[in-house]
């Protein structure tokens, strides 16, 4: 039977890739490119389909940054489909990236290199802004947008009959200090991307727990350091051409750095492959590349507690009952 995969942010990077995979690697998927932008998406289906004819590839319009839009979309979802059976969380930013060079020289000679590496943590910022519905814009496209789409679609995902499974795209960048349950959007703090990838391991952990009798299980990613889009808004284009030799180095040192989106995308097809209830709801599951450019997931525990994920999920209901009410 076709099984029904919705990727948010399928029109580049990883979340690409990954349909790519799907397509190559598996047969009988039904694929859904939620996309903002249709120009890209119909642009991602033409490659898709001219690698892969008669490939079953919708379309659908969603904007997870805006409230309106993911209610509009989570409608047609409704409309058109009767289950889905694989809902990948996958759109994401990272605006106005600063790199912090001193922090990174230091690291470069500090015995925390390979971490510094592997996580960015100290070297990277952004500047972050508040969008029309009146909420941080990361916070809104890569935490709550998607909440409020998961939410919207549990008739699909929860049936009595089958099993569905939400995948976020974490990051290595989550981090605990960077995110406060006094400000879940991070108004205050400059790394609004590593605040916003933590919370979605907190609120994975709590779907789990609120949703696994239900049928919906979640699982998270790290699809490790990844040439795409997004990091090439962090160094201009040019440099990371010049620093890729170094980058390949990197991979003897940390299989961390997967470097291709079709690489990264390795942990979020592998889940694919799994059954949901064999999972573990506090674990990360990480792309990773050898030196010997060979791929593998491998699932590493996450810094999450209970009560932290539990308080985060009621207080992201009750931003959705106040944005509802604004509507
Ligand atoms: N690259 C890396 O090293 C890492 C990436 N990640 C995560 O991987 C995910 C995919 O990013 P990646 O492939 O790297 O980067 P890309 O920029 O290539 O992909 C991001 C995708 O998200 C889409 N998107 C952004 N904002 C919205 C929105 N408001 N509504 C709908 N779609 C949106 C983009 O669409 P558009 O083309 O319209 O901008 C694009 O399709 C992100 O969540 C990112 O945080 C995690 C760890 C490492
Ligand atoms: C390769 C080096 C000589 C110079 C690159 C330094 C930094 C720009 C990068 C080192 C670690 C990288 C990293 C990311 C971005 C680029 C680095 C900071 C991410 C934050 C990208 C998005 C993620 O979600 C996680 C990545 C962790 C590692």
Redesign the pocket.
């Known amino acids: 039977m076709e099984r029904l995969v919705i990727v ?8 690409l890739a990954l349909c790519e995979r799907l397509l190559t690697e598996d047969t009988g998927v039904h694929l859904c490119l ?4 249709m120009q ?1 998406a119909e642009a991602a289906r033409s490659a898709l389909q001219a690698s892969h004819p008669g490939a079953h590839v919708d379309l659908l319009q ?5 409230v309106q839009s993911v209610l509009t979309a989570a409608q047609e979802l409704r409309a058109r489909y009767s289950k889905v059976d694989f809902l990948y969380l ?5 605006p106005n990236p600063q790199v912090d060079f001193k922090a990174l020289f230091k690291g470069l000679f500090s015995r925390n290199v390979i971490h510094m590496f592997a996580t960015a943590e100290g070297l990277l910022t952004q500047q972050d802004r508040v969008n029309s519905d009146g909420l941080q814009e990361v916070f809104t ?2 935490l709550f ?1 998607h909440f409020l789409l998961i939410r919207e679609l549990e008739p699909l995902l929860c049936q009595s009959d089958h099993t569905s499974s939400v995948i976020w ?5 989550a981090r605990r200090s960077a995110f406060s349950l006094e400000d879940i959007q991070h108004k205050e703090g400059k790394e609004p ?1 590593s605040s916003s ?1 933590y919370a979605s391991d907190l609120l994975s952990l709590a779907l789990n727990q609120h949703m696994n009798n239900q049928g919906l299980y979640s699982s998270v990613v ?10 090439y808004g962090i160094l201009p284009p040019f440099f990371w051409t010049l620093i890729m030799p170094i980058m390949w180095l990197i991979r003897l040192f940390t299989n961390t750095f997967t470097i291709t ?1 079709f690489n ?1 995308a390795e942990a979020l097809h592998w889940l694919f492959l799994q059954k949901p209830q064999s999972l573990d709801p506090r674990s990360k599951y990480h792309s990773l590349t050898s030196g010997l450019g060979k791929n593998y997931t491998q699932p590493r525990k996450m810094d999450v507690d209970d009560l932290m994920s539990k308080t985060l999920y009621l207080d992201l209901i009750e931003l959705e009952k106040e944005v509802r009410r604004d509507l």
């Open positions: 948010t942010g399928a029109n580049s990077g990883i979340g939620a996309c903002r932008n890209r969603l904007d997870v940054g805006s996958n759109a994401g930013i990272m496209t890569n947008g795209t974490s990051s290595s960048n991307y990838k790290c699809p490790g350091m990844v040439m795409t889009n997004l990091t989106p990264g």
